[in-house]
C-alpha cells in the first residue's frame, strides 16, 4: 500500500492516451502501464497500475455508463486490446484482432457494450464487451491517426486519418463509409463530437440553414464534429450535409517564461474536446501549452478565451496532447489536460483556472536523497535529464515541486546534499558531467572542468584530503568525491570547480606504497563523522581507509561480484557499538553488515582481512542496488533490489521486517523519510517515485525469483520420481549428459548477474500476467519464440556417417575394434568393406577408396533427399570439378562460388560455366548480376544486349562508354532507345538528355517543346539556339512569347526574344501590342489583366499620337529608326513581318487575341511610315482597324480610332513628323474613304451621346461625361456650335446602293430558304397520308395539286429576283465590296437625329434625306425615318 507518489509520464503524440470516469478516476497511459490516479477539484492520488501491455499504450478509455463505469479499454502498439476492471485492477480480456500497431481507441458513449479500434494500416475493428464479438472494416487504406463515437448513435464513428481526411462510418452498414471531409491538409490530431445533437446550436452562413432533403428527427439529423490539425486549425463539420461550417485558426500567443529548455524545437499537436452540456464552447490546446476555451457562437475575431491567466505559471509549457472532463459529485466541472512538459493539471471549467498539478517522471529514477539541513526537501535524479526537488512536508500543495534543467543535458544518476549548507545540491550525469546546484536560486550550476569517462555512479561530501587538505587545519571544509564508470574517483574543490580534480589512487598508493594496480571503484561512503571513508571495488572487496592520509585499515573480502552500494550506521541517537556498522550490497543478492568498530578504533600495524560479515541479510533475488539506515531506528535497515521490492530489516535479528512490492520494475534507490520514522521513499525503471509506510505492507519477506521458483519445482520433481521408484532411466539426461545437481543449481542462481532476471512482484502475482490469450498478436508471437533468434544448426554434409555415431555404446565401441582390424589386420572381419554398407562411417577414418564409396553413398543419400547442393560439394571434395559443375548447371543451382572455382576445370569449362549461370540469373531476373559475369568472358556486346532488352538503358550506356570508343554506333543506338522510351512514358526533360548525349540536338529541343508551356518552350528555344539549329530556336522562342504574351507577360516575351536577334521584327510587333493594350486600359475600355508584366515604357507618356510614342520607343529601346542597316534595316524588319499570317477575322476570337493580331497590321503600317509608303501604310491601317471593328468591340474600335487620329483625318498621320498621307491609286483612294468612315462614324456617335446628355439633364451621363451643371453647359455649347468633323464620307450612295442590294439578297435567300423547308415538310405529310381513305385522298391530292402551282410560281419569281440581284451585285466596282463603309441609312436616321440639336448643313441634310427615301425601304427604317421624311 502506498502514499503518495508521482508517476510516468503521459505518453505524447497519442489522440486519446487518458480518460477520466464518470467517478471520478482518471487512466493515464504511460509507457506500457495504464496509471489510475483520483481526481478531485482539490487534490489527486495515484491508486494503482494496470499492468500487461508488452509495448507503448496508445489508447485509453472508460465506459461512460454508471452501471459499468469502472470498466475501461486500452490498446497498445503490440496490436493487443485490453479490457480492464479498474476496482481490483485486473484484466478481464485480451483480444488481438489487429495484424498491426494500434493508434487509437474509444469505447462508444452510445452503447455500453461497443468499443471501436484502429490501427496504422487503416483497418477498424469493433469489439462487443458482452459478447466478445469482433468485426473488422477497412473504410480507407490510409493510417488512422484518431478516432472516435459519437454520443448520439452507436452506428456512426469518426476516422481522421495522418494525410487530413476525415472519414464518417456506419458500422451497422459493415463500416460503409457515409462522409468524407477534406479540408485539412495534415495529419488529424483530434476529433470531438457535439454533446448535443442537432446543427441549430452555431451560428452558420444563411446558406447552411438549409435543411437537407429527405432528413429526419433524431439521429438522421447529425451533429456538429470538432477536428484538430497539424495544419494549426480546428475545423467544424456538419456531419448532416458532410461539409464544413467553421475554421477556427489558432493564436499566435506570446510564450510565458517557464522552466524549459530554449533549445528544444517546439512542435505543434492539436487537441480539441468538447466538455458535455457546453453545445457552444469548445476547448483546444495551442502551440505552447495553452489551452483556449472558444465560444463557437460569438461573432468576430476573437472567439477564444484563455485558460490560466489568472496568475502566471498556471499554462503547461509545452504542447498539450490529451484532455478530457468530468462533473464532479459537488456540481464543478473539471478538465483534465496532460502535456508534453510532463505534467497532468487540473482545471476548473467555470472560472478557466488550474486547481492543481501533478507532476510525472519521463525516465528511470536513478538516484534519491533527502537534504540533512531542509527537513523534507527530497532530491530526486531522473534518466529525462531533469532534477526534481520535492518539499514533500509542504501543506498548501502535496506536490510542490521544482525542476531543474539548465547546464544537465543527460540523465541525472548520482546526487548528493551537502552536508551543512542549505540548497547546496551536487549532481553527476550519464555522459560523466559533476556539479553543483543552489536549488534556492535561479543561477545556472557550477560544472567541474573535470569529466568522468563514463556514468557517474556515485557523489559524496567528506573531508579534503590531500592535495586539498594541506593548510585547511582549523576550520571545518568539504570536498566532493565522484565515482564514475570508468573506475576512479575524483576529488573537487567545490569553491574551485573550474580547477583540476585530483584521483585519490595516487595518495592511495603513495600512503600505503602499492605497486600493483588498483582494483576498479565502484562506490565510496564517508562515515559521518568523516574519520574514515569505505570505497567498495570492482572485484568484490571494500577498502576501509583513515582519513587524511587515506591509510589502509582493512579489506573486506566477502562478496564477489561487483560492490553496487555502501553506507554506515549514523552516528546519532544509537548505541555506540552501532556507529561503525557498515551495510553493503553488490550484484548477488545477499546484504553483508560488517561491524569495524575494532579496526577504526585500535588500527592494526598492517592492513587486516576481513572474511565473515557481522550479520548477513538474505532473501532478495537479485542483485542490490541501494541500501538506508533508519535516522529514526538502531540497526534498522531498508534495501532496493532488482527483485523489484523494498526490504525492510532488523539487521541485528537479521529479520525481515516488511516488504514492499509497489513498483513493477526493478528498484534503484530508496531512502527513509527524515521527518516520519515509518515512511519510504522508492524509485526505480518504472519511472515512478513512491512513498509508503513499512506498517501498511502485507508482505514481509522478498518473493521467490523465477529462478528459485523453477529450481525448486525441479528439485521437487525429482524427489518424487525417486520416491516412486519409477521404471526409467535413473537420472535425467541433457544431450546424453546427467543433468545439474541441485546444489550447483542454486550456486548457479546465487551466482547469475543480469539486469532483468526476475519480474516484479505484481507481474508475478497480478492475473494479468497469469491470464492465457485466446489469440496472440503478431507482435507477441516474436517475442514467444526466443528459440527463432538462435543460430539455425547447418545441414550435415555426410549424414549416413553422422548418423552412425548415434549408435548405442556398445556399437560405437565394437566400431574401434573392426576398424583396428582392418587397419591392423591382414584378414578384416568377414563382411566388412569400409565406407559401404554398415561400414560406411568407417570409410573416413580408412584409405582413399573407402573414402569414395562412402561419398557415392552419401551423394545417393542427398539425391534422394533433394540435396542436390550437398552432391555438389561432395563431387567437388572428390575432385571431380566437371562433374560438380554440371550437375549443378543441370538442376540451375550454379553459385558464385561454384563460378569463382570454375577456372580450375579450364577456360572451356569456366565460358560454358559463365553462359550457364548468366542464363539462370536472367531466369532469376538478376540481368545487372548477369551482364557482369558476361564481362568476365569479355562478351561486352553481349552483355550490352543483355541490359538494352530488359530496358537496363542506363546501365547500358554507362558499360559502353566505359568500355567503348565514344563514336561507337551502339552508342547512339542506345540513346535514342533509351529516348523513345522515356518519351512515351512522359520523361520528356530525360528524353531530352539522351538525344543530347546522341547528337540529336533538334529533336532534344523539339522533346522539350512537347509539353507546350512557356518555360519548356524557352528552355527549348535556348537550347536550339545553343545547339545550333537557329530555325528550330527561332520557331520555338516565337511560341513562347506569343503565349507570354497571350498571358500579358510582355516582359518574359520581350526577354525571350532578345536571345534571338533575327526577330527583331516580332520583339516590334510586341511592343506595339503592350503599348496598344496599356493604351486602351488607360481608357477604361479594356479591363486590366489580373496577372501582367509591363515596362515602364508602355504608356502614352503624354503624346498626341499613338503612332509617334511607337516610333520614339522603337528608337529609344530597340535602336530601330530610318538610318538602321542590315538586319535592322525597315526594309528587312518589315518583310520578316510579312510572313507572319493572321487567320480570317471573326466575331468569336477574344479581345485580347484580336489585339494580338490587329498589332500586326498596326506595326506593318508603322514600318511602313519609316518607308515612306503611303498605300502600304493605309492598307495595313486599314486591316488593323477591320481586325477591332469586326470582333463586335464599339468601344473599343473608337479608343483606337481616337488614338491613331486624334484630329478625325486619317491623312493627317502625324503632327510631330509632319507626316501626311498621298494617294495616287484607286484603291488607296477606296481604304482611305473606308477608314476616315469609321472614325466619322464614332465621330457621329459622339455629338449623338453628347446631345442625349444635353436632352436629357446633367443626371444622363455616358463614358464618364461631367454631370454637373458646369458640365451639362459646356456640352450645350458644344453642341450648339454644330458638328466637329465632315460627315460627307458617311454619305456614300455607291457604298448606300451595295448596302440595299445587299440586304435584299439576304432577305431573299432566307425567304428561299423558308420556301424550300415548307415544301420538303409538305411533301412528308403527303407520304404519311396513304393510309387515308380514298376520298380523302383525292381532295387532298387536288389540295396539293392547286397550292403546288402556286408555290411553283413564287419559287420561280424568287429564284428570278435573285439573279437580278446577283448580277447587280457583280456590277458594283470592287473597291466598294472590298472596302466597306458603316451603313449609310443608320447613318442619315443619326445625322438627321442630330440636326434638332446641332446645327447640320442644308446640303447635308437633304442629301441624307434623299439616301433615306431610297434606300430605307425595310420597316424598321421607315418606321424610324417617317418624322424626318413627312
Known amino acids: 500500500m502506498r502514499e503518495r507518489s508521482l508517476p510516468a509520464s503521459p505518453n505524447w503524440y497519442s489522440s486519446r492516451c487518458s480518460d477520466v470516469s464518470s467517478s471520478g478516476l482518471l487512466g493515464v497511459g504511460a509507457k506500457n502501464v495504464i496509471y489510475l490516479i483520483e481526481v478531485s477539484a482539490a487534490s489527486c492520488r495515484v491508486t494503482g497500475e494496470l499492468v500487461g501491455h508488452r509495448d507503448l499504450v496508445s489508447g485509453f478509455s472508460f465506459c461512460q455508463h454508471s452501471e459499468q463505469s469502472h470498466i475501461c479499454v486500452s490498446s497498445s502498439t503490440d496490436g493487443s486490446v485490453r479490457f480492464w476492471d479498474s476496482n481490483n485492477k485486473t484484466l478481464i480480456r485480451k483480444n488481438a484482432p489487429h495484424q498491426s500497431p494500434i493508434s487509437a481507441v474509444h469505447w462508444s458513449p452510445a452503447d455500453k457494450n461497443l468499443v ?90 444563411s446558406e447552411d440553414h438549409d435543411a437537407t432533403n429527405g432528413v429526419s428527427a433524431g439521429e438522421e439529423s447529425g451533429c456538429f464534429l470538432a477536428s484538430g490539425s497539424k495544419d494549426q486549425t480546428v475545423r467544424i463539420w456538419s456531419t448532416a450535409k458532410g461539409k464544413g461550417v467553421m475554421t477556427l485558426k489558432l493564436p499566435f500567443l506570446k510564450r510565458r517564461g517557464s522552466a524549459v529548455d530554449p533549445g528544444v524545437k517546439e512542435r505543434i499537436w492539436l487537441n480539441v474536446h468538447w466538455p458535455k452540456g457546453r453545445a457552444t464552447q469548445l476547448v483546444s490546446s495551442c502551440f505552447s501549452g495553452e489551452l483556449a476555451m472558444w465560444d463557437l457562437a460569438k461573432t468576430g475575431k476573437q472567439k477564444w478565451s484563455l485558460f490560466g491567466t489568472s496568475s502566471e505559471g498556471q499554462n503547461h509549457s509545452r504542447i498539450v496532447f490529451n484532455m478530457s472532463s468530468v462533473q464532479l459529485q459537488d456540481g464543478r466541472e473539471i478538465l483534465i489536460s496532460t502535456s508534453m512538459d510532463r505534467e497532468i493539471k487540473c482545471w476548473d471549467m467555470d472560472s478557466l483556472s488550474c486547481c492543481w498539478t501533478l507532476p510525472t517522471l519521463g525516465g528511470h529514477v536513478y538516484t534519491l536523497s533527502f537534504s540533512p539541513v531542509g527537513v523534507g526537501c527530497l532530491a530526486l535524479g531522473v534518466g529525462d535529464n531533469l532534477i526534481r526537488v520535492w518539499n514533500t512536508l509542504s501543506t498548501q500543495n502535496q506536490y510542490d515541486v521544482r525542476s531543474f534543467w539548465q547546464g544537465i543535458k543527460s540523465k541525472v544518476t548520482a546526487l548528493a546534499w551537502h552536508p551543512k549548507k542549505e540548497g547546496s545540491l551536487a549532481f553527476g550525469t550519464d555522459d560523466g558531467k559533476v556539479g553543483i546546484y543552489d536549488v534556492f536560486s535561479n543561477k545556472p550550476p557550477q560544472i567541474s572542468s573535470s569529466y568522468h569517462r563514463k556514468t557517474v555512479y556515485t557523489l559524496a561530501w567528506g573531508p579534503p584530503v590531500p592535495p586539498l587538505s594541506f593548510g585547511a587545519e582549523g576550520k571545518q571544509s568539504y570536498s566532493l568525491y565522484s565515482c564514475a564508470g570508468e573506475g576512479i574517483i575524483l576529488q573537487h574543490e567545490p569553491a574551485r570547480l573550474n580547477g583540476e580534480a585530483s584521483d585519490i589512487d595516487e595518495l592511495i598508493r603513495d600512503t600505503n606504497n602499492i605497486q600493483h594496480k588498483l582494483s576498479p571503484h565502484t562506490d565510496l561512503s564517508w562515515k559521518p563523522d568523516g574519520k574514515v571513508v569505505a570505497i567498495g571495488n570492482e572485484d568484490g572487496s571494500i577498502d576501509v581507509y583513515q582519513a587524511p592520509s587515506l591509510l589502509l585499515l582493512c579489506s573486506i573480502q566477502q562478496h564477489h561480484k561487483i560492490i553496487n552500494t555502501l553506507r554506515w550506521h549514523h552516528d546519532h541517537g544509537a548505541a555506540p557499538e552501532l556507529h561503525c556498522l557498515l551495510a553493503s550490497g553488490s550484484s548477488n543478492a545477499i ?70 512490492r509497489g513498483h513493477t520494475g526493478y528498484l534503484l534507490c530508496v531512502d527513509w523519510s527524515p521527518a516520519d520514522p515509518d515512511v519510504i521513499w522508492t524509485g526505480g525503471k518504472d519511472f515512478t517515485v513512491q512513498e509508503w509506510k513499512v506498517s501498511q505492507q502485507e508482505f514481509t519477506k522478498p518473493p521467490k525469483g523465477k529462478k528459485m521458483v523453477m529450481m525448486q519445482e525441479k528439485k521437487q520433481k525429482k524427489k518424487n520420481k525417486m520416491a516412486s521408484g519409477s521404471v526409467g532411466p535413473a537420472e535425467p539426461k541433457i544431450n546424453g549428459e546427467p543433468a545439474t545437481e541441485g546444489k550447483q543449481a542454486e550456486q548457479a542462481l546465487s551466482e547469475e548477474d543480469e539486469e532483468e532476471e526476475v519480474r516484479s512482484t505484481n507481474s508475478l502475482e497480478s492475473p494479468a500476467v497469469i491470464e492465457v490469450p485466446r489469440k496472440s498478436t503478431p507482435a507477441a508471437k516474436l517475442k514467444d519464440k526466443p528459440d527463432l533468434m538462435k543460430k539455425k544448426k547447418p545441414r550435415s554434409m555426410l549424414p549416413l556417417s553422422t548418423s552412425m555415431d548415434h549408435r548405442p555404446k556398445e556399437e560405437l565401441l565394437q566400431d574401434c575394434l573392426t576398424l583396428a582390424s582392418v587397419k591392423h589386420s591382414s584378414a578384416p572381419p568377414a563382411g566388412c568393406v569400409p565406407g559401404q554398407g554398415d561400414y560406411i562411417h568407417l570409410g573416413l577414418f580408412h584409405d582413399r577408396e573407402a573414402l569414395h564409396r562412402m561419398f557415392q553413398a552419401e551423394e545417393e543419400s542427398h539425391v534422394e533427399a533433394g540435396h542436390y547442393d550437398s552432391v555438389v560439394y561432395l563431387r567437388l571434395w572428390s575432385g571431380d570439378l566437371q562433374g560438380a559443375l554440371q550437375l549443378a548447371t543441370e538442376r540451375g543451382e550454379l553459385s558464385d562460388h561454384l563460378l569463382s572455382i570454375a577456372p580450375m ?27 557482369s559475369h558476361l564481362l568476365s568472358i569479355n562478351k561486352l556486346y553481349e552483355a550490352v544486349d543483355l541490359l538494352r532488352s530488359n530496358k537496363l538503358y542506363r546501365e547500358a550506356i554507362a558499360l559502353v562508354k566505359a568500355r ?32 543530347l548525349g546522341a547528337g540529336c540536338s533538334f529533336d532534344a529541343a523539339k522533346v522539350i ?24 530556336g527561332q520557331t520555338l522562342a516565337l511560341r513562347c512569347a506569343k503565349d507570354l504574351a497571350a498571358a500579358q507577360d510582355w516582359v518574359g516575351a520581350q526577354e525571350v526574344l532578345s536571345s534571338q536577334s533575327p526577330l527583331l521584327a516580332h520583339r516590334l510587333h510586341l511592343c506595339v501590342a503592350e503599348l496598344l493594350a496599356a493604351a486602351l486600359e488607360d481608357s477604361g475600355v479594356l479591363a486590366p489583366a489580373s496577372c501582367v508584366s509591363t515596362h515602364l515604357w508602355a504608356n502614352l507618356n503624354g503624346y498626341t499620337t499613338f503612332q509617334d510614342r511607337a516610333r520614339d520607343i522603337w528608337e529609344e529601346e530597340f535602336n530601330v529608326c530610318l538610318n538602321s542597316a542590315g538586319d535592322r534595316s525597315i526594309s528587312a524588319l518589315l518583310e520578316e513581318l510579312k510572313s507572319v499570317e493572321t487567320p480570317a477575322r471573326s466575331a468569336s476570337i477574344p479581345l485580347r487575341q484580336v489585339l494580338l493580331y490587329s498589332s500586326v497590321h498596326l ?63 484607286a484603291e488607296a483612294e477606296a481604304e482611305a474613304g473606308s477608314l476616315q468612315a469609321v472614325v466619322c462614324y464614332h465621330r457621329l456617335y459622339e455629338c449623338w451621346w453628347r446631345d442625349s446628355v444635353v436632352q436629357n439633364g446633367p443626371s444622363f451621363c455616358i463614358n464618364d461625361e461631367p454631370n454637373d451643371q458646369a458640365g451639362a453647359a459646356e456640352l450645350k455649347e458644344r453642341c450648339s456650335q454644330g458638328l466637329d468633323f465632315e460627315p460627307s464620307a458617311l454619305l456614300s450612295e455607291p457604298h448606300a446602293a451595295c448596302q440595299a442590294t445587299q440586304r435584299s439578297v439576304r432577305e431573299t435567300q432566307e425567304r428561299l430558304s423558308t420556301m424550300v423547308l415548307q415544301h420538303s415538310r409538305v411533301q412528308d405529310g403527303r407520304t404519311d397520308s396513304g393510309n387515308q381513305q380514298e376520298g380523302s385522298q383525292s381532295q387532298t391530292a387536288t389540295s396539293d395539286v392547286e397550292q403546288g402551282s402556286e408555290e411553283e410560281e413564287t ?76
Request: proline content about 4%.
Open 116 to 205: 471501436v479500434s484502429g490501427d496504422e494500416k487503416g483497418v477498424v475493428v469493433c469489439h462487443w464487451f458482452h459478447t466478445d464479438d469482433t468485426a473488422i472494416f477497412f473504410p480507407e487504406p490510409r493510417t488512422i491517426f484518431c478516432l472516435t463515437c459519437s454520443p448520439h448513435s452507436w452506428k456512426s464513428v469518426a476516422v481522421g486519418y495522418k494525410d487530413g481526411m476525415i472519414v464518417l462510418i456506419d458500422i451497422s452498414k459493415k463500416g460503409e463509409v457515409m462522409h468524407r471531409l477534406r479540408g485539412h491538409d495534415n495529419e488529424i490530431h483530434s476529433l470531438a463530437w457535439s454533446p448535443l445533437i442537432g446543427e441549430d446550436a452555431l451560428y452558420t452562413r
Open 591 to 660: 546484504v553483508y553488515i560488517h561491524d569495524l568498530r575494532s579496526v577504526i578504533e585500535n588500527p592494526p600495524e598492517s592492513p587486516a582481512v576481513l572474511t565473515e560479515p557481522y550479520r548477513r541479510l538474505c532473501g532478495h533475488t537479485a542483485k542490490i542496488t541501494s541500501v538506508a539506515w533508519s535516522p529514526h531506528h538502531s540497526g534498522r535497515l531498508v534495501t532496493a533490489s532488482y527483485d523489484g521490492t523494498a526490504q525492510v530489516w532488523d539487521v541485528l535479528e537479521e529479520a525481515a521486517v516488511s516488504n514492499y
Open 905 to 931: 576445370a579450364g577456360f572451356e569449362v569456366w565460358s560454358r560455366t559463365v553462359e550457364a549461370f548468366v542464363k539462370q540469373l536472367c531466369l532469376q531476373e538478376q540481368f545487372l548480376k548477369a551482364a
Open 964 to 995: 567503348l570508343p565514344a563514336d561507337q554506333p551502339l552508342l547512339k543506338d542506345l540513346y535514342t532507345c533509351w529516348a523513345a522510351v522515356l518519351e512515351k512514358d512522359g520523361h520528356l526533360s530525360a528524353a531530352a538528355k539522351c538525344y
Open 1009 to 1032: 517543346a512537347r509539353k507546350n508551356d512557356a518555360p519548356s518552350l524557352r528552355t527549348a528555344a535556348d537550347l536550339a539556339r545553343i545547339s545550333g539549329e537557329e530555325v528550330l
Open 1163 to 1225: 506595326t506593318r503600317s508603322l514600318l511602313s511610315w519609316l518607308l515612306s509608303d503611303d498605300g502600304r501604310l493605309l492598307t495595313e491601317l486599314w486591316q488593323a482597324a477591320a481586325w477591332i471593328g469586326d470582333s463586335g468591340h464599339f468601344e473599343v474600335s473608337a479608343t483606337f480610332c481616337r488614338l491613331l487620329f486624334p484630329e478625325g483625318d486619317v491623312r493627317i498621320f502625324s503632327r510631330k513628323h509632319s507626316t501626311t498621307l498621298h494617294l495616287s491609286e
Open 1355 to 1430: 419559287f420561280l419569281s424568287l429564284s428570278s429576283k435573285m439573279s437580278k440581284l446577283q448580277q447587280t451585285l457583280e456590277n458594283i466596282p470592287n473597291t466598294i465590296k472590298m472596302f466597306p463603309r458603316p451603313d449609310v441609312v443608320e447613318c442619315c436616321l443619326v445625322l438627321l437625329h442630330l440636326d434638332k440639336s446641332s446645327s447640320v448643313s442644308d446640303v447635308l441634310r437633304q442629301q441624307a434625306k434623299d439616301l433615306l427615301q431610297k434606300y430605307g425601304t425595310s420597316l424598321p427604317v421607315l418606321k424610324a425615318s417617317r418624322g424626318f421624311l413627312t
